[in-house]
């Protein structure tokens, strides 16, 4: 009775060691967050006399896997913020976001903590857009979804499990570009 109990223990802590080994890191599995200045473009739109151009603070949470030391592979989603401004009785509202899928390319590098990559994928962007001509009239608004390429570059270095990044990216869309430069938290598991 006690070798049955003691071969059970053995198997059930076999197979807790296995799979904690691999839950450890099964395919180099990785999640963050940043925070950044972005950039919201809007040169499409027919209703507003000039094309507009923000800087508001995005932010973006990503998960991806490195199963491969040179390739990888990562999902986002990229908040661009939302900004307004006046130009004399007019005032514009613009914010953005995206969900976005990534392939990912690693340089070989002889140092193991530094890590420089660029990305390229595709992005389901949406904006939106409103304008007012002048103080108690009907603001105009445009909102946009499309699917449109993605890209970026970046540098990061790695503490162990924790690492910090440093990234841009851009989303190229038909009424002009979106982007977010930012510093990252990543945690590698």
Same mark, same amino acid.
């Given at each position: 009775?006690?070798?049955?109990?003691? %071969?059970?223990?053995?198997?059930?802590?076999?197979?807790?060691?296995? %799979?904690?080994?691999?839950?450890?890191?099964?395919?180099?599995?990785?999640?963050?967050?940043?925070?950044?200045?972005?950039?919201?473009?809007?040169?499409?739109?027919?209703?507003?006399?000039?094309?507009?151009?923000?800087?508001?603070?995005?932010?973006?949470?990503?998960?991806?896997?490195?199963?491969?030391?040179?390739?990888?592979?990562?999902?986002?989603?990229?908040?661009?913020?939302?900004? %307004?401004?006046?130009?004399?009785?007019? %005032?514009?509202?613009?914010?953005?976001?995206?969900?976005?899928?990534?392939?990912?390319?690693?340089?070989?590098?002889?140092?193991?903590?530094?890590?420089?990559?660029?990305?390229?994928?595709?992005?389901?962007?949406?904006?939106?857009?409103?304008?007012?001509?002048?103080?108690?009239?009907?603001?105009?608004?445009?909102?946009?979804?499309?699917?449109?390429?993605?890209?970026?570059?970046?540098?990061?270095?790695?503490?162990?499990?924790?690492?910090?990044?440093?990234?841009?990216?851009?989303?190229?869309?038909?009424?002009?570009?979106?982007?977010?430069?930012?510093?990252?938290?990543?945690?590698?598991?």
């Amino acid at each position: 009775m006690n070798i049955r109990i003691a %071969s059970c223990l053995g198997g059930a802590c076999l197979l807790l060691s296995t %799979s904690s080994a691999w839950a450890a890191d099964p395919l180099g599995f990785y999640v963050g967050a940043g925070i950044g200045d972005s950039t919201l473009q809007s040169n499409a739109a027919p209703f507003i006399p000039n094309s507009v151009e923000q800087h508001p603070t995005g932010w973006k949470l990503f998960a991806g896997i490195r199963p491969i030391g040179m390739f990888g592979g990562e999902l986002e989603y990229v908040d661009f913020g939302s900004k %307004s401004g006046k130009s004399g009785a007019s %005032s514009q509202q613009a914010s953005g976001s995206a969900v976005a899928a990534f392939a990912v390319g690693y340089l070989p590098l002889p140092l193991p903590i530094l890590d420089v990559y660029g990305k390229v994928g595709l992005g389901n962007v949406r904006r939106n857009l409103s304008y007012t001509a002048s103080p108690g009239l009907q603001p105009v608004g445009l909102n946009q979804t499309s699917t449109d390429f993605a890209y970026g570059a970046g540098v990061q270095v790695k503490f162990g499990a924790p690492a910090l990044r440093l990234e841009y990216q851009g989303f190229t869309t038909s009424g002009g570009d979106q982007s977010l430069f930012s510093l990252d938290f990543a945690w590698n598991f």
